[in-house]
Nanobody, 120 residues
Framework: QIQLTETGGGLVQAGGSLRLSCVSS??????MGWFRQAPGQERDCVAA???????YYSDSVKGRFTISRDNAKNTVDLQMNSLKPEDTAVYYC????????????????WGQGIQVTVSS
C-alpha cells in the first residue's frame, strides 16, 4: 500500500504560478504522475515522470508546467506557470509501474486530490 499526499493548491489569478507537491509514504521506482479532473470531465494525466526522469506532458500544459521528482525524498512536484482559467480542477498525484500507463489516465494509487482555482 502506498499513500500519496498532495499539498500546494489554492486560488491564483490567471498568469500566476503555483507549485504542487506530492509525497509518497514509501520509496518507489514507479512512474509518478499528476492528473486533473474538472467538474463533469474525466480525470486526465497532465504530466508524468519515470524513475530515470523521463517525462511526459499533455499538449494542454506543455511549456507551462514542469514535473520533477526527488527520489531521495519520495516526492514529485508540479510547477505550474502561466496558469489559465481552464487549468481549474482538482489535481491528483498518482503512481503506476510505467508512465505509459499513467498517460492513459491509470494509476495504482491516488492521492486525495487538491483544488486549484485560476481566476480570470
Amino acid at each position: 500500500q502506498i499513500q500519496l499526499t498532495e499539498t500546494g493548491g489554492g486560488l491564483v489569478q490567471a498568469g500566476g504560478s503555483l507549485r504542487l507537491s506530492c509525497v509518497s509514504s514509501v520509496r518507489t521506482v514507479n512512474g509518478m504522475g499528476w492528473f486533473r479532473q474538472a467538474p463533469g470531465q474525466e480525470r486526465d494525466c497532465v504530466a508524468a515522470i519515470a524513475w530515470n526522469n523521463f517525462t511526459y506532458y499533455s499538449d494542454s500544459v506543455k511549456g507551462r508546467f514542469t514535473i520533477s521528482r526527488d527520489n531521495a525524498k519520495n516526492t514529485v512536484d508540479l510547477q505550474m506557470n502561466s496558469l489559465k482559467p481552464e487549468d481549474t480542477a482538482v489535481y491528483y498525484c498518482g503512481t503506476h509501474s510505467t508512465i505509459a500507463l499513467l498517460r492513459r489516465g491509470s494509476a495504482l494509487y491516488w492521492g486525495q486530490g487538491i483544488q486549484v482555482t485560476v481566476s480570470s
